[in-house]
């Protein structure tokens, strides 16, 4: 049998208020970000979010990519490619879209906080309570528990094709995928969107 995670497919309504959420605490907070770091690549979407809520116009990259299998909790967190530009004296926020395993954004705030800034705190529109990684602001926290592969709307194509490939080992039609998705992943997804992503598949047996 194909493994495959139960799935919540986020919605921009929800990222919306993510950001609104996040943007509040740090406005409550005890400083204003000067520079907001994103993880690249879910990280850009909410950076520029909170950037655009905040009146933060600097906004920097660094890439922290982490290898295993997609949509599970397994791999290792690497730093491939490093700040995008010196924060030397500035208050920093480094920014993810969740925190799952935590490893990518501790190390993203490990690697900023020795480029000199004058303070780092981090944030993430999700944090998963498993997480070896707190950061400073969240939005929402997922139980442990109840733990789910998040489907943001920046990567939507991408783990529609990883997990309809992996379905398609219970049956390669497009209509088996589409079942397959939704009994085992909790995502109803259209077989239009399914043709895109495995154009060479039969759409019945």
């Not at 529109?125 to 926290?141: D, G, R």
Request: with cysteine; net charge neutral; proline share 6%.
């Amino acid at each position: 049998m194909a493994e495959l995670p139960r799935c919540r497919r986020a919605t921009w309504n929800e990222v919306e208020g993510w950001a609104d959420t996040v943007a509040a605490k740090i406005r409550a907070g005890p400083r204003r970000p000067e520079t907001i770091v994103a993880l690249t690549r879910g990280g850009w979407v909410p950076a520029r979010l909170l950037g655009d809520r905040l009146g933060v116009s600097r906004l920097l990259a660094l890439r922290v990519q982490h290898w295993g299998v997609t949509a599970s909790r397994d791999g290792e967190a690497r730093l491939t490619e490093g700040l995008s530009g010196p924060v030397a004296g500035a208050h920093v926020l480094v920014v993810d879209d969740i925190t799952d395993t935590g490893e990518s954004l501790q190390l993203a705030r490990d690697h900023v906080s020795g480029a000199g800034p004058a303070s780092v705190e981090t944030a993430a529109f999700v944090h998963i309570a498993h997480s070896k990684f707190l950061p400073t602001y969240f939005a929402e926290e997922i139980p442990r528990d109840a733990w789910v592969w998040v489907v943001f709307p920046w990567n939507y194509w991408e783990d529609l094709a990883q997990l309809a490939e992996r379905a398609a080992a219970e049956g390669p039609t497009l209509a088996a995928i589409r079942a397959t998705l939704r009994s085992r992943c909790g995502l109803d997804v259209p077989l239009r969107d399914l043709r895109s992503v495995r154009p060479t598949a039969p759409s019945r047996s």
